[in-house]
């Protein structure tokens, strides 16, 4: 049991708007900022529900004005969701058409045939569901969060439009589509008369497989790109650059992220980003964030934090001056030939 929060002394900062800038998704009239905050961890129910207000807090002060959610963040699943819906209430209320709230649902969430996958059963009730865990009428954004080649496309779509016109989402979006079937769904979208405006694939400096057609996709199709695991899973930072493996580490707990994918080549490329993230005032994750806004289609990069300190780092690079032609062709030559991230 949560036990009940009183009501919070804390107002969001009057400055806020001022802390980043604000970008159209695609061709919509939708706006951005340019750091987005993920849920998917430090926000579920094994977590300390006090520290994550504390970051969501640090995060709506910061202009990080779009929380993202699935049905099955936690854990447990559904768990992030609620603790975002118990925020909301408590701390947000008055604030709530300031925020942009997306969740998605797609991967697995429970027991049975319709706990999963991309059936019109399953998205609705799974949406229903969702609204219930963060007690609020609508979502902003609802995501298939993948593919379901079980599925017909259309019976996927069709239910991701009736989430609209039935006033459960603003708007919908696809995550972890290839480029062929993302062009395919947004043309069926188009005709129903609800457009994608936004795709969350993974995509970073390690991960290059959406430049192999999906962001020209997304150009062409007019939807915007909120790329998470910016900084695959924490290689893209300081964590690493010693070649040892830190106790809290991702790595260490080896779900995602394996120690054996750390290897001598990598790091040696890991250490040569950094030293051309020093060249241009940036740590290795600003240099990774900084890169990223400035990909095709991309309006937002997607973050995780477990710290304050995080959110502040992230706005930092968003805000830091581009980086040249020359800087950029300097980083696809020393990452030539590396593998994706794992």
Not at 13 to 21: L, M, S, T, V
Not at 280 to 286: C, E, F, K, Y
Request: charge should be neutral; include cysteine.
């Amino acid at each position: 049991m949560h036990a009940p929060t009183p009501a919070p002394a804390w107002q969001p900062a009057d400055a806020r708007y001022a802390q980043q800038a604000y970008q159209r998704c695609g061709r919509a009239g939708l706006k951005l900022p340019a750091v987005s905050l993920g849920l998917w961890h430090n926000f579920g129910g094994i977590d300390d529900e006090a520290h994550s207000r504390r970051l969501l807090r640090h995060a709506v002060d910061r202009g990080i004005t779009h929380l993202d959610l699935a049905n099955n963040y936690g854990p447990p699943p559904g768990s992030a969701e609620a603790l975002l819906g118990r925020w909301l209430r408590d701390e947000m209320a008055a604030h709530r058409d300031e925020l942009l709230i997306s969740t998605k649902a797609g991967y697995v969430m429970g027991p049975g045939p319709y706990g999963d996958g991309g059936s019109r059963k399953y998205l609705l009730d799974s949406l229903d569901a969702s609204l219930k865990r963060l007690g609020l009428g609508h979502v902003d954004i609802f995501y298939h969060h993948r593919p379901d080649p079980q599925t017909p496309l259309d019976e996927t779509l069709g239910a991701l439009d009736f989430a609209v016109r039935s006033g459960r989402a603003r708007y919908v979006g696809l995550s972890n589509y290839p480029a062929a079937l993302a062009r395919e769904a947004a043309a069926q979208l188009r005709a129903l008369g609800t457009p994608c405006v936004i795709h969350q694939p993974r995509y970073n400096l390690l991960e290059r497989t959406p430049e192999q057609g999906l962001l020209q996709a997304l150009v062409d199709e007019g939807i915007g790109c909120i790329p998470f695991s910016p900084l695959a899973q924490g290689l893209l930072s300081a964590r690493y650059l010693g070649g040892d493996i830190p106790a809290d580490s991702r790595a260490a707990r080896a779900h995602f992220l394996k120690p054996a994918a750390i290897t001598p080549a990598l790091l040696a490329k890991l250490r040569a980003l950094d030293t051309v993230a020093g060249q241009h005032g940036l740590p290795l994750a600003g240099l990774a964030l900084r890169w990223l806004l400035q990909r095709p289609a991309v309006c937002s990069v997607l973050i995780g934090a477990s710290q304050t300190h995080q959110i502040d780092a992230a706005v930092a690079a968003a805000a830091a001056a581009p980086l040249s032609d020359g800087a950029l062709q300097h980083i696809d030559a020393l990452l030539a030939d590396t593998p994706a991230s794992p």
